[in-house]
């Protein structure tokens, strides 16, 4: 006897494979990544303090400025924050 695929079988085997292949990869990685989020920081601690963007005087959150520039944000001290308003 002699085992031999036939052409369509083997046709039918590498038209498909990829795609398989292609789906077990997707779906190993959604399993794998499905339950991972981003990191939570806690918010500041009194002990945590920020430079300003502006001069480089550090202090808390809660004495600096938030400044938005397109998407991010920055923090200036008060004093920083009066000289750009005053110009």
């Not at 945590?48 to 550090?58: I, L, N």
């Amino acid at each position: 006897m002699n085992p031999t695929l036939s052409p369509d079988a083997f046709n039918t085997f590498f038209a498909w494979a990829p795609w398989v292949i292609g789906l077990l990869i997707y779906l190993t990685f959604f399993i794998a990544k499905r339950h991972e989020s981003a990191p939570v920081h806690a918010s500041s601690s009194p002990s945590e303090s920020f430079a300003c963007g502006q001069c480089g005087r550090r202090g808390g959150r809660d004495a600096m400025v938030a400044q938005d520039h397109g998407g991010a944000v920055s923090y200036v001290c008060g004093d920083c924050a009066t000289a750009q308003v005053a110009h």
